[in-house]
């Protein structure tokens, strides 16, 4: 009887899940030029934070920053492959993917304020930050292209889901272009017009957020209602992913024995992605092809969408935990 009721939730669960891969998201050619656009900003903003006097004063030091980027590039990514096998019965290829998707982001940026908040090192989560999204038009789709290749190797295996193909190098060529060329720029701009930059960092900091904002509020608007009948799973799948990839830089850090203050930034920056940058990813037409991903990619949308909303509410709560310890 139990075993019946246990199959019965799953079954339940699943089908839930299945109901967000319906949504779609159709800008047209306008739209997504405007978000393509959105998108260039909001790198080349983040890349006038990227000092690399900054970046060389860690590297005096290096051991931290070294194990930072090897638990951001491949000690998250294999963590959550790890989870995403585990959970297999319980949730649907897309809600995986959208999870590893996650995972193969760069480090927010919210992260650099949450490790001041944690007295953490703030140098350290800076240059993270700015090491991690320089690296990200590389290491973005390299990660997504190998777990997300494995996890649907592995389904397909396991069950009679067709085997998704992900194109890297069309990802590789269209993640370059969009956050490669932006970030170029705005290294530039931040070496050739210091007294610009200074005056342009902050009140572009606010047009992206309130671009992105404004951007996913419309997406979404249409789909709310889905959303809220399936926020119940979703919540607590993000919060487990979350909570996996918080642990992954604080037992990091700790495993390598580092001074407290590194390891309280480096459980803020593992646990902080840039999932912003993947939802926008998955608005771009070129990027995720709906004629490959047969139009249905919602569980991811619907994953990346509120842990950028959750890492925030999590995050707080430990820069709170670790500054009062």
Not at 92 to 118: D, E, H, Q, R, W
Not at 183 to 192: C, R, S, T
Request: charged residues 10%; glycine residues 8%; positive net charge.
């Amino acid at each position: 009887m139990r075993k019946f009721v246990d199959t019965t939730i799953y079954k339940a669960m699943k089908e839930q899940l299945e109901s967000l891969n319906s949504v779609t998201i159709n800008f047209g050619e306008g739209g997504m030029a405007i978000v393509n656009i959105i998108l260039a900003f909001v790198m080349f903003g983040v890349a006038l934070n990227i000092k690399p006097r900054t970046v060389k004063d860690v590297f005096k030091k290096p051991k931290s920053i070294i194990v930072g980027a090897l638990l951001q590039w491949f000690a998250l990514p294999a963590i959550t492959f790890a989870v995403v096998f585990a959970l297999n019965p319980f949730i649907t290829p897309m809600i995986a993917l959208g999870m590893i998707l996650v995972a193969s982001c760069p480090g927010g940026n919210i992260s650099n304020f949450l490790s001041s908040l944690s007295k953490g090192n703030i140098v350290l989560s800076v240059s993270l930050t700015a090491i991690t999204t320089s690296m990200a038009p590389i290491i973005t789709p390299i990660n997504f292209f190998v777990w997300g290749s494995l996890y649907s190797h592995f389904i397909s295996i396991k069950s009679d889901i067709p085997m998704l193909v992900i194109p890297f190098f069309p990802m590789l060529e269209q993640i370059l272009l969009l956050l490669g060329l932006p970030i170029v720029l705005g290294l530039l701009f931040a070496h050739y017009f210091p007294a610009a930059t200074k005056k342009i960092t902050k009140p572009s900091q606010v047009i992206s957020v309130l671009l992105f904002v404004g951007m996913v509020v419309v997406s979404f608007a249409q789909n709310f209602q889905i959303f809220i009948d399936n926020i119940f799973y979703v919540f607590f799948i993000v919060m487990l992913h979350n909570a996996v990839a918080l642990s992954t830089g604080y037992f990091g850090g700790k495993l390598a024995k580092l001074p407290h203050s590194d390891t309280k930034a480096l459980t803020i920056e593992t646990g902080i992605q840039n999932s912003g940058l993947g939802l926008i990813l998955l608005f771009n037409r070129a990027i995720f092809p709906p004629e490959i991903w047969h139009g249905h990619y919602g569980g991811m949308l619907f994953i990346t969408a509120w842990w950028g909303i959750w890492h925030i509410i999590s995050g707080l709560c430990v820069s709170y935990y670790f500054r009062r310890h």
